[in-house]
């Protein structure tokens, strides 16, 4: 053998010892797919059986914040937890689970759900889910799988998107949205990894695809409008009946943000922009800082899909839009820093269906009362429910 | 490689291997040894050295001291035999250097007065070690550490991805950490030495979480077992030195759970132990 190539065996030696240095578990998965099967589970406990062949489908979409309702982690910048104790998380969790149960749907898109997550004391929350509501299957596309986060302590966390539904699942994937290009690569190694979740759900006379998404929140580089495309294209390619939902980290296309003061497309007086109430002075400059909203990039979605909550019924206006307003990250029970008590200020989640099939009593949960609903939303996370009901083709 | 080989070739004759590292033995007066990550270790009489980690004692004050209560003698030149008994009691003062990696290992705590708390971890050991085959050393070892608040704290258990940061930090955040461990040392002639050790942890309870002096409650359950075992081997370098290679292997429960198909087609996700292998190297200069 010549040194040289002896120096080259030595090498590949060392280079397969490189995985095994902290195990055969990756330190943070780096999800090298472009589309994959992911699995699909089932509730243990025996819940009622749907209806059916139904002629409707009631939907819910939610960013479930991890189970951690209104406690303010340290990206929030109104606090500074890294972890939940057990009984934090479970008690969330029992209150998500009532919420979702009161509202009963056959179909539940949930984001930010952990199943092995330090912050949120390791508790299967998908398994939470399947067994303390009425739906029966689920499956979770993992978007953020890291060994140990070394930063403020969050260490291992298994974060992702999850379809719950009453109905069979017979088949789910997971399809890769495009990275962040404006972070470092340590940072990105550690980052999360978004992708869009796809299930087909059987109804007994027909099969339907249900989405789950939620795209980049803090890039600076145009990342969440390429996500977003990247969604709107996967819907063009759907053969099946569909229905998406999720948090788009994105304001509806009420107006094209790019538009000149003064012209009919400017948002002036339309919609609130920047400047929320819950915006903290002190994330500015960090990587936790709200990048400009591009609500034009909703357009082809409000153009050729139909949401749930069309424009005209969203209004123009702080005050005709409030009632439909998604997310805050200050809860109600916190102040800003000019004694404003938290309350939701602007709308990033949404429900979709295929242009020219019709929604039924949609709503946002916002506050108990919302269709008959007596749990408080407010104080579950920091998005509420949408909600609807699909009526099938 | 080659370098290596040159160091080899340039040792002097050995009249006898290496003694063993990490065992009851507890050098004659005056006699030292220091390693890049091995502690520095200087004996001030025949039967009492101290030892600390000087990469470590700048940002993590500590001092362990080593009393053979058990020491045959031992000729100018020669190996210890027979059977050697240590005592060991040390101190700790981890908070500095646990504060500086506040922001990656620990919390920033940016919006609140929370912060890692002043404590001091006493440490007291008890080895035995004794010899099989001529050079050959047998040692046994237990030991373990407390935490001793000074104040508030409220840092809790990193559950990392590296099993020995968890051991180092488990008296620290955990309030405990035993040990029950023994190693088997054997020489292969004048130059080498290869060293087999086990070990058996058990940490505290991970602890309730303290959120601005009010107890939350405690933080998920982690088993407290760490189970480690290390081969290495020392290749004498130079008069009295020694450079150590060797592998660590660690299980231990990182919080980790596994996916697992059943005959239905649906998965179930079970909580599993997580391994760790890590490369182990070091120079040690000089030696007892």
């Known amino acids: ?393 | 490689m080659r370098a290596l080989l040159l160091v080899l070739v340039a040792t002097t004759a050995l009249a006898t291997p290496r003694p063993a590292r990490d065992t009851a033995d507890v050098g004659n007066r005056g006699s030292y040894s220091v390693g890049i990550f091995n502690p520095l270790r200087i004996a001030f009489h025949n039967r009492f050295e101290l030892q600390a980690n000087p990469l470590l004692f700048f940002v993590a004050p500590h001092l362990d001291a080593r009393f053979a209560i058990l020491k045959p003698p031992v000729a100018e030149g020669q190996l210890p035999m027979g059977v050697r008994l240590t005592a060991e009691a040390g101190l700790l003062m981890p908070t500095f250097g646990m504060r500086l990696m506040k922001g990656f290992f620990f919390p920033t705590w940016a919006t609140s007065p929370n912060d890692i708390g002043f404590m001091l971890i006493p440490r007291v050991g008890l080895l035995a070690s004794g010899d099989f085959f001529t050079n050959d050393v047998l040692t046994v070892r237990i030991d373990g550490a407390l935490r001793i608040p000074l104040g508030p704290n409220n840092a809790t258990p990193m559950n990392s991805f590296l099993a020995p940061l968890e051991i180092l930090f488990a008296a620290p955040l955990t309030g405990f950490c035993g040990r029950l461990g023994g190693a088997y040392d054997h020489a292969f002639g004048d130059r080498l030495r290869l060293r087999g050790e086990v070990n058996l942890y058990v940490t505290g309870q991970q602890g309730n979480l303290e959120v601005e002096g009010q107890n939350l409650g405690p933080v998920a359950a982690i088993s407290p077992f760490i189970f480690t075992a290390h081969l290495g081997l020392d290749i004498a370098v130079f008069q009295y030195s020694r450079i150590t290679v060797g592998a660590l292997f660690a299980n231990y429960d990182q919080g980790a759970t596994q996916v697992t198909t059943r005959a239905d087609g649906f998965s179930e996700r079970t909580r599993v132990r997580s391994n760790n292998i890590l490369p182990t190297l070091d120079f040690i200069w000089a030696g007892f």
């Open chain 1, 1 to 393: 053998m010549t040194l040289r190539r002896y120096h080259a065996t030595a090498m590949r030696k060392l280079l397969l010892l490189v995985p095994l240095l902290a195990s055969c578990e990756w330190v943070a998965d780096p999800m090298n797919f472009t589309r994959e099967e992911v699995p699909r589970y089932k509730a243990n406990a025996e819940h009622p059986a749907p209806v059916a062949n139904p002629i409707g489908l009631k939907v819910m979409a939610w960013n479930v914040k991890y189970g951690a309702c209104r406690v303010d982690f340290w990206f929030d910048f109104w606090g500074d937890r890294v972890q939940l104790t057990e009984a934090e998380t479970t008690d969330c969790l029992t209150k998500v689970a009532a919420l979702i149960k009161e509202y009963d749907p056959d179909i539940f898109m949930a984001e930010e759900i952990e199943v092995d997550s330090k912050r949120s004391a390791y508790i299967d929350q998908v398994r939470f889910l399947l067994e303390n509501t009425n739906l029966q299957y689920a499956t979770f596309d993992e978007t953020w799988n890291a060994r140990y986060v070394p930063s403020e302590g969050v260490g291992r966390i298994t974060l992702g998107n999850a379809i719950f539904s009453r109905y069979p699942i017979t088949k789910a994937e997971r399809i890769r949205q495009v990275d962040r290009t404006d972070q470092d690569g340590l940072t990105a190694t550690f980052y999360i990894k978004r992708a869009i979740g796809r299930a087909e759900i059987n109804l007994g006379d027909r099969t339907v695809a249900a989405y789950v998404v939620h795209t980049e929140a803090y890039d600076f580089d145009g990342t969440k409008q390429k996500q977003i495309k990247q969604v709107y294209d996967v819907l063009q390619e759907e053969t099946m009946p569909w229905v998406i939902g999720g948090d788009f980290n994105e304001l509806p296309p009420v107006c094209d943000e790019k538009a000149e003061a003064g012209t009919p497309e400017s948002c002036e007086g339309k919609l609130r922009l920047a400047g929320f109430i819950d915006e903290r002075a002190s994330s500015k400059g960090t990587e936790y800082e709200q990048p400009p909203y591009t609500p034009s990039v909703m357009k082809p979605f409000y153009d050729d899909y139909e949401p749930s909550i069309p424009l005209a019924r969203y209004g123009i206006g702080e005050t005709a839009q409030q009632p439909f307003f998604t997310h805050t990250v200050l809860g109600p029970d916190g102040v800003n820093d000019e004694g404003v008590p938290g309350r939701w200020n602007r709308t990033l989640d949404y429900l979709f269906i295929r242009k020219g099939e019709t929604w039924a009593s949609t709503d946002v949960l916002q506050e108990p009362g919302r269709l008959g609903i007596v749990g408080d939303p407010s104080r579950l996370s920091d998005h509420a429910p949408v909600v609807g009901t699909w009526v099938l083709p």
